[in-house]
């Protein structure tokens, strides 16, 4: 009596083993069954056209796949299979050497970083103090702005009579003394404001006395047609 070539079942003797045949192809059968277990049809049909190998299956112990998804492991390597056993992400980050921020992206979960006041009081931060602080304090922040901000131009508010940037009430028989005209201060005399009398319509603008003004006057005010009017000018140049 023979013996299978792979797993050594015994096979019915030719021509004999008249009586024992049935029993030892019963026993080669049942082995068979038990060697494929409860594998359907459809599932060997799955490994029609399989081109991964044997060590490369053996990373899919517990998986169900097509076979389109079991010939991706043809060329998979041994780090592969390390992954491929591992039950959910945070084993998987754990194969990889990653640590939880890779998945949260949170910066709670970096380590070693730094603080604005890390070694520092503070209100020793917040004033700016130190020089070894990680993050720089909004004291420095402010104080390099005014040191980088121009200064503006500082003006002085003139107080001699008749100097540019001062008013004066000027008049004379000029005829194009019309509000926001330049005037020329020749054309001009320093004026007044007389009454008469205790009524208001026979107030006068007297510039009889006055001198002239040097410079340019911008009108300012609103006069007659009066042989002489006076109103409020400022001197420009």
Same mark, same amino acid.
């Given at each position: ?5 792979? +797993? ?6 030719? @021509?004999?083993?008249? =009586? ?12 068979? =069954? ?16 399989? *081109? ?33 056993? =591992? ?21 709670? =979960? ?6 604005? *006041? ?7 931060? +917040?004033?700016? *103090?130190? #020089? ?16 980088? #901000? ?6 002085? +508010? ?17 005829? @194009? ?61």
């Amino acid at each position: 009596m023979a013996n299978t070539t792979n +797993q050594g079942w015994a096979k019915p003797t030719v @021509g004999g083993s008249e =009586d024992t045949w049935g029993a030892t192809i019963n026993t080669a059968l049942d082995a068979i =069954d038990t060697l494929v277990g409860p594998v359907t049809a459809a599932e060997i049909a799955k490994l029609d056209g399989l *081109t991964s190998s044997t060590v490369e299956l053996n990373k899919l112990t517990g998986l169900s796949s097509s076979t389109a998804e079991l010939n991706l492991l043809t060329g998979a390597t041994a780090f592969a299979g390390t992954l491929l056993d =591992d039950a959910d992400a945070a084993a998987a980050r754990t194969t990889l050497g990653l640590a939880t921020v890779a998945s949260s992206g949170s910066y709670a =979960d970096l380590s070693n970083t730094p603080t604005a *006041t890390s070694g520092l009081a503070t209100s020793e931060w +917040q004033a700016g *103090t130190s #020089t070894t602080e990680a993050i720089v304090s909004p004291a420095k922040v402010k104080a390099s702005i005014i040191a980088n #901000t121009p200064t503006p131009a500082s003006y002085t +508010q003139p107080t001699a009579a008749g100097a540019v940037g001062t008013y004066a009430w000027l008049g004379g028989g000029y005829s @194009g003394m019309t509000t926001g005209a330049s005037v020329a201060g020749s054309t001009l005399v320093y004026a007044s404001v007389d009454s008469v009398n205790g009524y208001n319509y026979n107030t006068v603008s007297n510039g009889i006395t006055g001198g002239a003004p040097a410079g340019t006057w911008r009108c300012m005010g609103s006069t007659t047609s009066l042989a002489f009017r006076a109103t409020l000018f400022l001197r420009i140049s």
